[in-house]
Nanobody, 119 residues
């Protein structure tokens, strides 16, 4: 069974850090680009970051550039999103998917992990 499972979300104060993990099972992650997306209440889902299958190429939304870092460990079938200098506007449910920026209908998705940035 193909599955993506996110973890690492939580409540953090502004300026704090979190590291999200996306673990794949049921398929080999090596062949897929992986993207992180987020959706805040009342807002559309947006792409946050993306990494190529070889990790040679990464991309970031302007809103997180310089603060977030995406990486992957194919041996562990895991992609990470290190989030530093968090802001209240980063509050959202974060999802990983086998797609970047504009996912198609055949992308695999995780169930999401809640990130709340608040004092």
């Amino acid at each position: 069974q193909v599955q993506l499972v996110e973890s690492g979300g939580g409540l953090v104060q502004p300026g704090g850090s979190l590291r999200l993990s996306c673990v794949a099972s049921g398929f080999t992650m090596d062949y897929y680009v992986i993207g992180w997306f987020r959706q805040a209440p009342g807002k559309e889902r947006e792409g946050v970051s993306c990494i190529s299958n070889s990790a040679g190429t990464t991309g970031y939304a302007d809103s997180v550039k310089g603060r977030f870092t995406i990486s992957r460990d194919n041996a562990k079938n895991t992609v990470y999103l290190q989030m530093n200098s968090l802001k209240p506007e980063d509050t959202a449910v974060y999802y990983c998917a086998t797609a970047c920026w504009v996912p198609g209908p055949r992308a695999y998705w995780g169930q999401g992990t809640q990130v709340t940035v608040s004092s």
